[in-house]
């Protein structure tokens, strides 16, 4: 069964530091990986995605398949880097119907 | 564009009462998505809809929860007969293609239900 694993629901850092969210997937076929962030009264909202290899407010992501993980880095973290991030799968064949499959979240708390 | 829209925010309801989550996608958005977040859990998907079809619905509770999007008007969940079980955060997602690889889902802010 498809299955996406946050081992961390806290990681506190100081501003500065760098930071890395772990994300586990379980999944047989060819997955599409993303990461969403949710900061403090605002809806959750698309971070990054695999497939784009992009860097979005300084957060990078690369999918290991050997390890199915897909951790998000950030090389030096802010104080308004502080909110609950989300990993989540989508099954990437012609069928999928995109549905997510998402992991518990990990909040972080970006220290001054 | 104000995105999606969901309402109610705050959903109070009694054991036995029925629940009706309302959900705007955004304008030239045709696909919605519902999931459903328990507490101290990740969003757990529901239903996946297009106008006037039901998709996906492999997530949904095989009783008491249903979902439609007309043809017209927003998409509605509903719970018949809500048990204190269903109290949660159910939030909606709209896209605005088939939902395949690639496309982005845009998310309401939330409908919260508690059961008393």
């Known amino acids: 069964a498809q299955r996406v694993t946050q081992p961390e629901k806290l990681l506190s850092v100081f501003k500065g530091a760098p930071v890395e969210l772990k994300c586990n997937y379980s999944?047989?076929?060819?997955?599409?990986l993303f990461w969403y962030v949710q900061y403090s009264r605002q809806r959750l909202q698309l971070l990054l995605r695999?497939?784009s290899r992009e860097s979005i407010k300084g957060f990078t992501a690369d999918l290991n398949k050997g390890e199915t993980s897909f951790h998000l880095k950030k090389p030096f973290a802010q104080e308004e880097d502080s909110a609950m991030y989300y990993c989540a799968l989508s099954e990437r064949r012609s069928s999928n119907t995109g549905k997510l499959i998402f992991g518990q979240g990990t909040t972080l708390q970006v220290k001054p | 564009n104000a995105g999606v829209m969901q309402n109610p925010r705050h959903l109070v309801r009694r054991r036995g009462q029925e629940a009706r989550l309302r959900c705007s996608p955004m304008?030239?958005?045709?696909?919605v998505y519902w999931y459903r977040q328990l507490p101290e859990e990740g969003l757990k998907f529901m239903v996946y809809?297009?106008?006037?079809?039901?998709?996906?619905e492999s997530g949904m509770p095989k009783e008491r929860f249903s979902a439609e999007f007309p043809k017209e008007g927003p998409s509605i969940l509903r719970i018949q007969q809500v048990v204190r079980g269903d109290s949660a955060a159910y939030f909606c997602a709209s896209s605005p293609t088939s939902g395949g690889p690639g496309s982005e889902q845009y998310f309401g802010p939330g409908t919260r239900l508690t059961v008393t």
């Open positions: 304008k030239g958005h045709s696909h």
């Open positions: 809809l297009q106008k006037e079809n039901i998709i996906d």
């Open positions: 999944y047989s076929g060819s997955p599409e």
């Open positions: 695999h497939i």
